[in-house]
């Protein structure tokens, strides 16, 4: 056997497709509406910053290494017990954090065809497969999924609501998918838009994590709470597979400042019904200007919208991008995921929003 002549990565890891976040830039001269990446234009509660800010003085010491007042503040919100809880630098962190630790060569894990990128990436990281379950009508399939768990399945991933579609299953829906799991098969429930829900048949899964032994819950602060650069994200699970996770995280994996910022967030909850009021009227306003030029818009719960566009030369997604990049209007591609005919918009300022409309209608000489 002839020795390589530099370091490899094991087998797997060069087929992963290193994740792209959305374009944060305009051409030069031109107003910036970044709507590519799904930040809140109302930015962070002044009561964060100012949390934030506290830390100036102190950057020279560790932060906790169990952000116990973070975790706190989240339980006192939820009323849930702060032992369950785990946070991580993004929920994106634990989503890696449990395939880490649950998934490991020739495992199996499951996802929805136009689920979040980092599932499959987290799958591959970890020596698992990967397997991508079709969706109905851009919204998750739990017969589906159900079919296409094996013996080889340790996790099911679920993002509910879904990026980049908008859609969402029901808590009935949720239940019944947990039901049909083997009891050994871990149900992942990824919910980093549930505070922008308005439905009263959804639920995040907080219900659902505190009766079973094999589910798990994650959220996040880079939504609607506005701190998306502090990277805080937190899950809720039973004990023993928060303890399993305790012991393969990072010590201080939560920075100071996103422990301070993040309880304080949470806290403001003047802030976050702003936010939601925010969403709900530009989330239906955008969604019906749209439309009346033409274009398909998925249905979302979230604070986003997954625009379609036509084949026809001259009118599709591509060129609708560059057409709104030119004029500082970035949104997201998501051929990714599988959408190359559409395009992701972030519900932005009211400004943003009007801009984006009127440019729309002018690419489609409407």
Not at 144 to 151: N, Q, R, W
Not at 297 to 310: A, D, K, Q
Request: with cysteine.
């Amino acid at each position: 056997m002839t020795a390589a002549s530099r370091p490899v990565p094991r087998p797997g890891v060069l087929d992963i497709e290193a994740y792209v976040p959305g374009k944060s830039a305009a051409p030069a001269g031109v107003k910036l509406h970044k709507l590519s990446s799904n930040e809140t234009p109302l930015g962070p509660s002044r009561k964060a910053i100012e949390a934030f800010a506290g830390l100036a003085g102190k950057l020279e010491l560790y932060p906790d290494g169990s952000s116990t007042k973070l975790k706190q503040a989240i339980a006192g919100r939820y009323g849930l017990d702060s032992a369950r809880i785990i946070c991580g630098n993004g929920s994106d962190e634990l989503l890696e954090l449990v395939t880490k630790g649950y998934i490991g060569e020739g495992d199996e894990g499951v996802f929805t065809e136009h689920g979040f990128l980092v599932y499959r990436i987290a799958i591959l990281a970890a020596g698992g497969k990967p397997v991508v379950v079709a969706e109905k009508n851009y919204t998750a399939d739990v017969d589906a999924i159900l079919a296409a768990v094996t013996p080889k399945t340790k996790i099911v991933f679920l993002a509910n609501p879904n990026n980049p579609t908008g859609t969402y299953l029901p808590f009935d829906e949720v239940k019944r998918l947990h039901a049909g799991l083997p009891s050994n098969v871990m149900l992942v429930l990824d919910a980093a838009y549930a505070e922008y829900v308005r439905r009263n048949d959804y639920a995040s899964g907080l219900e659902l994590v505190a009766e079973s032994e094999n589910v798990v819950m994650t959220r996040t602060f880079s939504k609607i709470y506005g701190l998306a650069n502090l990277r805080i994200g937190w899950m809720y699970g039973p004990a023993h597979i928060i303890d399993a996770l305790e012991r393969i995280r990072g010590p201080f994996n939560v920075n100071g400042a996103a422990i301070e910022a993040g309880a304080a967030a949470i806290a403001d909850e003047a802030h976050v019904a702003a936010a939601i009021e925010h969403n709900d009227k530009w989330l239906a306003w955008t969604s019906a200007e749209l439309e009346k030029l033409g274009l398909t818009v998925t249905p979302s719960v979230g604070n986003f919208i997954l625009i379609h566009f036509p084949t026809t030369p001259g009118r599709t997604a591509k060129e609708a991008d560059a057409f709104l990049t030119q004029r500082g209007l970035i949104l997201r591609g998501v051929g990714a995921y599988g959408l190359p005919g559409a395009l992701r918009m972030t519900i932005g300022s009211e400004e943003a929003n009007r801009l984006v409309v009127a440019a729309l209608a002018e690419f489609l000489g409407a």
